[in-house]
């Protein structure tokens, strides 16, 4: 009779202690479970729920942006954008694997001005253990901006007094293929020309060069003009400035 009762509360303890175990740790199973695929999508979520919030402190938690030297630049920019941006609201088409280690992730922007929609294709890469949506300064473009990029035969003459200086970049700085930034600057006319020049010594080859007037944005780089354009160039690796 004492042999029984011994078996059986040994049996009892026997089966009870997995269950303890299971229920300290109820997160093991559906870490385990969760793909790359469906943290990437929470991933993209978090960060279009941030900016219709308007929390730009969690936005910049979920993205990679490579237009920004720093994290205080990057939160001043997108505080300034929760005005600023030409879009009212984004939805998440789609999210697709692009190779074993990014996904695709397939965008649509309403416009505020006119409710035109903007399709736009991003990357959702894995940083720091944590997937994000990589921002690099891809354009977008309303139908007003490609309109007047078909039509832009605007001769003005800018007055040397109303110019301001937007930048000074060296040869090292901007290599070929690549872009680059001036400062901010408000506009207060409909016109805007730019002066500029390149000279490198021993450097005689020639280089393409293109500027956009853009809103650095949620999303992307929304382009609003395109200046006219006075160069002298005398050769670089400069190319794709704006």
């Known amino acids: 009779m004492t042999n029984f009762n011994f078996f059986s509360k040994m049996k009892k303890t026997l089966v009870v202690v997995p269950l303890v175990l299971l ?31 308007g929390d730009v402190t969690e936005a910049v938690k979920w993205v990679v942006d490579t237009r920004f030297s720093s994290e205080q630049d990057q939160l001043k920019q997108y505080k300034e954008s929760l005005t600023t941006d030409p879009f009212s609201n984004a939805s998440i088409e789609s999210i697709v694997p692009e190779s074993d280690s ?23 890469i894995e940083h720091d253990g944590t997937w994000k949506l990589f921002l690099n300064g891809q354009e977008t473009m309303g139908a007003a901006a490609q309109k007047l990029s078909n039509t832009n035969n605007n001769k003005s003459i800018i007055a040397p007094l109303a110019s301001t200086l937007l930048g000074s970049y060296g040869d090292s700085t901007v290599s070929q293929g690549s872009s680059i930034y001036s400062n901010q600057f408000n506009m207060t006319e409909t016109t805007l020309g730019l002066t500029g020049w390149q000279q490198v010594p021993g450097v005689s080859s020639e280089s393409t060069m293109r500027y956009s007037v853009v809103y650095k944005g949620f999303f992307s780089d ?16 400069l190319s794709d400035c704006r």
């Open 23 to 53: 229920s300290a740790f109820p997160g093991l199973t559906n870490a385990e479970s969760t793909s790359p695929l469906e943290l990437a999508k929470e991933s993209v979520s978090n960060y279009v729920d941030a900016v219709h919030s």
């Open 222 to 237: 929304d382009t609003i003009g395109f200046p006219s354009l006075s160069l002298n160039a005398f050769g670089s690796s």
């Open 102 to 124: 990014t996904f695709i992730a397939t965008l649509d922007l309403t416009r505020k001005e006119n409710g035109e929609t903007t399709k736009i294709s991003l990357p959702v």
